[in-house]
Every structure is written in structure tokens, then in C-alpha cells.
């Protein structure tokens, strides 16, 4: 008992340790008070005052854009790679090939980042390209971070499949490539989603990677917060902070409501499914087991 106790007073102060700061975020964001750690009452002006700071909505703006354009090529590349170390066993170079593309999970950033630079600046003085490092510098820097947990998840979804029914449809006829679309990408569909929204969020999250990768007017949202930080926290950042807190919330919610309504559609159509073997079983003579529970036997 008082073990179960103590696991409880653990684990709510660990939750309020994670989520407390953000509810004080949220609040302060309403703070009139320029002083953010001075109260002068409730007041909405700093998430109207959003729309005049130029330089702070262009930041939200270019980190969005980034991550979605990272979210869609980490999925493709990560993917693809993922099918090359799971369905290719003839593949000769597929130890060091895996361990290239899990090197980003356990490269320090500080590493991969000045790597990068160095290869931008190489290229830029051979082929002329990149002539100077933006949005698309950083969009390949975080798609190279981001594939590598897209190709983890994905591939641990692979290895649970039952190649059977790939087998049977490639049995029946059917080209390896519609067998990977229709079938394949359908039952792999969750952890593509799962990867996706990884790489947006990590994208989005990413500090160190485009403070080397970027240029002149390529500031993203957390380079332009951490650079405010240092000279003190505005509430501009509060309320920015507050609204990124809302909109992710939102969007867990949202996943989290279509995939329990999922669930719950595929749990219905196996009930019904059941019920109707069941009675298909019986208007044909034949007994259909009963499961007896664990309990009775006892």
C-alpha cells in the first residue's frame, strides 16, 4: 500500500514538473504587463500585437513551411530505406547501409550540423550551388536528421508483417508495385502517419542543425525565440509559445478521436463478423466453440 502510494505521488509530481511551466506559459501570455514576471491583469494585446511583428509571424511561417516539406520527404526517403533493409535479403551492403542511415539518431547535432556547412560551402564553390544558404539548405539538413527515425519506425512496422497476403496477391498476379501501394502501404499507413508527424515536430523543434545550415532572412521560429531569449522574454513569445501549445493540442486530439472511432468501427465489424459465422455455423448443423474463460476451470 504504501508503495502504491508512493508511485502515485511520484508520478504526479512528474506531471507537474512536465506540464505545470506550460500552464504558466499560457497564462503569463495573457499578462498585461510588459514585465513578464510582473502581473498587471488580463489582457489579449500581445496575441493581437502578433500580427504586427513582421519578423516573428515570418519566422512561424518559414518554420512551418520547412517542416511540412521535411514531414513529406523524411516519409519517402525514410520509407524507401526501410523497405531496402526489411525486403531486400540479398543486399550485400545492408550493415553498413543501416548503419549510415541510423548514424543521425546518435550523431550529436553540433556534428552533423558543421558537417553539413561544410559540404554547402564545398559545393557552392564547385558547382556554384547552394549560392547562399536558406530555406532549402535547411530543408536537406533536417531531412537527412529526420529520415533516419522515419526508417526506425517504419521499419519495425515491416518486420510484423505477414508477407503472406503480399505473397498470395503477387501469386494471383499482381506487379510488385501495386502490391506495395495497395497492400503493403495501406497496413504501414499508421506508422507512415507516426514518422510524419515525428519529423514535423522535430523539423519544427530544430535548433542547432539550421544555425549552421541557414543564411541572410532564413530565420526560423526557434532561432528567432532563442536570440529574443537572450535579451529577455518578451510576451510576443508567450503568446506565440501559447499558440503552438493549442494548435498541437488540437491536433493530438483530433488523432486521437479518428483513431478511437477506428477502433472502434473495426472492433464492431469483427463482432458482426463473428455474429454472422455464428449463425451461418448453426442453421448448418454445426456447434461453434464456445471460449470458456481462464476462471471457470478453476
Not at 75 to 97: C, D, E, H, S, Y
Not at 149 to 170: G, N
Not at 194 to 211: I, K, N, T, Y
Amino acid at each position: 500500500m504504501t508503495r502504491h502510494r508512493f508511485s502515485n505521488l511520484m508520478l504526479v509530481l512528474g506531471l507537474l514538473f512536465i506540464y505545470l511551466p506550460m500552464v504558466l506559459l499560457v497564462i503569463y501570455s495573457f499578462n498585461a504587463s510588459r514585465l513578464v514576471t510582473v502581473w498587471g491583469g488580463w489582457s489579449i494585446k500581445w496575441y493581437v500585437g502578433l500580427l504586427d511583428n513582421s519578423q516573428l509571424m515570418g519566422a512561424v511561417m518559414r518554420s512551418l513551411e520547412i517542416a511540412l516539406y521535411t514531414a513529406v520527404t523524411a516519409v519517402a526517403l525514410g520509407t524507401m530505406a526501410a523497405f531496402v533493409l526489411t525486403r531486400i535479403p540479398n543486399f550485400r551492403g545492408r550493415t553498413l547501409f543501416g548503419g549510415l542511415v541510423t548514424a543521425p539518431l546518435v550523431m550529436p547535432e553540433v556534428i552533423t550540423g558543421l558537417s553539413l556547412l561544410l559540404l554547402f560551402v564545398a559545393m557552392a564553390q564547385l558547382i556554384g550551388w547552394p549560392e547562399q544558404r536558406g530555406i532549402a539548405t535547411i530543408w536537406i539538413a533536417h531531412t537527412t536528421f529526420c529520415s533516419a527515425y522515419v526508417a526506425v519506425v517504419v521499419m519495425a512496422r515491416l518486420r510484423e508483417l505477414d508477407q503472406s497476403i503480399e505473397e498470395a496477391a503477387m501469386d494471383l498476379g499482381a506487379r510488385p508495385w501495386k502490391v506495395f501501394f495497395l497492400i503493403t502501404m495501406p497496413m504501414i499507413a499508421p506508422s507512415l502517419a507516426a514518422g510524419g508527424m515525428l519529423s514535423f515536430a522535430l523539423s519544427l523543434d530544430d535548433l542547432v542543425l539550421a544555425s549552421f545550415v541557414s543564411g541572410p532572412g532564413s530565420t526560423t521560429l526557434p532561432m528567432e525565440i532563442f536570440s529574443a531569449v537572450r535579451l529577455g522574454v518578451k510576451p510576443e513569445i508567450n503568446a506565440v509559445a501559447s499558440l503552438i501549445l493549442l494548435v498541437v493540442s488540437l491536433a493530438t486530439f483530433i488523432a486521437w478521436y479518428f483513431g478511437r472511432r477506428a477502433d472502434k468501427r473495426r472492433a464492431r465489424a469483427m463482432r458482426q463478423a463473428m455474429d454472422e459465422a455464428a449463425v451461418q455455423n448453426w442453421g448448418s448443423g454445426q456447434s461453434t466453440p464456445v471460449a470458456v474463460p481462464p476462471s471457470a476451470h478453476s
